[in-house]
């Protein structure tokens, strides 16, 4: 019903910057929130960034000041710009948005995945 396809990850020096992509498609009522987690090897999933449908915005300690998260409504599309860059930043990347589509008559609320995008940082 609903896909998300990131694209931007690779791989950059200490103190550059990227920045990533998702696009979602499908049979898209509304979206709610957006937000991007990563994953290192061996490491739990985290919390990143997210923002609302209304662009309130919330960070991980660890990225304040140096990522930016921003939407873009009519594209469906959320971004994380991500600057001064350090190898702890380095673990697959994932978008996240909670989607509302119709099956026939009836909204139906979910959440989806993007399938991860690899982002390495050298030192």
């Known amino acids: 019903q609903v896909q998300l396809v990131e694209s931007g990850g690779g791989l950059v020096q200490y103190g550059g910057s990227l920045r990533l992509s998702c696009a979602a498609s499908?049979?898209?009522?509304?979206?709610?929130?957006m937000g991007w987690y990563r994953q290192a090897p061996v490491k739990q999933r985290e919390l990143v960034a997210f923002?609302?449908?209304?662009?309130?915005?919330d960070y991980a300690d660890a990225v304040k000041g140096r990522f930016t998260i921003s939407r873009d409504n009519a594209k469906n599309t959320v971004y994380l710009q991500m600057n001064s860059l350090k190898p702890e930043d380095t673990s697959v990347y994932y978008c996240?948005?909670?989607?509302?589509?119709?099956?026939?008559?009836?909204?139906?609320?979910?959440?989806?995945w993007g399938q991860g995008t690899q982002v390495t940082v050298s030192s």
């Open positions: 499908g049979s898209i009522f509304s979206i709610n929130a």
């Open positions: 996240n948005a909670d989607v509302t589509y119709y099956s026939g008559n009836y909204p139906i609320r979910a959440d989806y």
């Open positions: 923002i609302t449908s209304g662009g309130t915005t």
